[in-house]
């Protein structure tokens, strides 16, 4: 059994008095049994998340890290300075990082690789363009691209990454796959990970579907066996909003 896991990626928004307001709001509502929740933040709210969360089930993510654990690297964090802070999870692999700063499949192997070094559970993006879906490219983006983001990883690293199906098409456009359409995508993904790794680990991994998640279609994607959970971006700025996302998760 795998547990459903919701995590909100706030992207670049909230100041460090709102990120606490938040989970003052949200604190017992988005604490459901046998649902994972997650909130990936900017860097700057990141310590006061920590501190709001402790003696809840709320579990903090960041949305990226560097690869090495320190340097001149203007600019950047560490997964080093992360764990240190107390953060529990990392999105690597963005289709926002892909497409405006840059990040190539090999740097999204390397983060993944620092992150467990460093004890941090990466969420990794995954997803094609609309031009690739029209050219019928979905599966074939979604495995390079898995594939080069656990290239090297252990089995026992492997079966603890978070994959994160997100269409680019479908983010913040109020677009959705059907949630058949990202079962198909998600399971051939599983396949993809068995092949490398074997059934044992694919069957461990979660693998969520992101893009216009919002508390009245939440559910429809749940339905489908091998989905297990979202990240998702506006939906999860507002608490009641991000209250229904983690009980329609249950
Ligand atoms: O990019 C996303 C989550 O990482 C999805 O964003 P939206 O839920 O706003 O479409």
Redesign the pocket.
């Known amino acids: 059994m795998r547990t459903p896991i919701i995590?909100g990626?706030w992207?670049m928004f909230k100041t460090v008095a709102e990120a606490t307001a938040f989970i003052q709001e949200v604190k017992g509502k988005a604490e459901v049994d046998g649902v994972e929740s997650v909130i990936c933040a900017p860097y700057t709210s990141l310590p006061a998340l920590v501190q709001a969360v402790k003696g809840t089930t709320l579990k903090v993510g960041a949305q990226n890290l560097h690869w090495e654990d320190s340097g001149a690297f203007t600019g950047e964090i560490s997964g080093a300075m992360l764990k240190d802070l107390g953060v529990d999870y990392v999105?690597i692999g963005?289709?926002?990082r892909r497409a405006y700063f840059a990040e190539t499949d090999e740097n999204v192997n390397k983060k993944v690789h620092a992150a467990f070094k460093h004890g941090l559970l990466p969420i990794v993006?995954v997803g094609e363009s609309l031009e690739e879906r029209e050219a019928g490219k979905t599966k074939d983006v979604c495995r390079v691209q898995t594939e080069a983001a656990l290239q090297g990883l252990s089995a026992e690293q492997a079966a603890q990454v978070v994959v994160?199906y997100?269409p680019i098409w479908?983010?913040?456009?109020?677009k959705t796959s059907t949630a058949q359409d990202a079962a198909d995508v998600i399971g051939y993904i599983r396949e993809r990970i068995s092949a490398v790794f074997g059934g044992e680990v694919a069957g461990k991994v979660r693998i969520q579907y992101?893009?216009?998640?919002?508390p009245n279609n939440i559910r429809e994607f749940m339905q489908k066996e091998d989905i297990d959970g979202a990240?998702?971006?506006?939906?999860?700025l507002e608490p009641a909003s991000y209250v229904q996302l983690v009980e329609g998760a249950r």
Not at 210 to 214: A, E, M
Not at 231 to 236: H, R, Y
């Open positions: 995590a990626n992207k999105i963005h289709s926002e993006c994160a997100e479908a983010i913040g456009t109020g992101g893009g216009s998640v919002k990240l998702v971006g506006g939906a999860s």
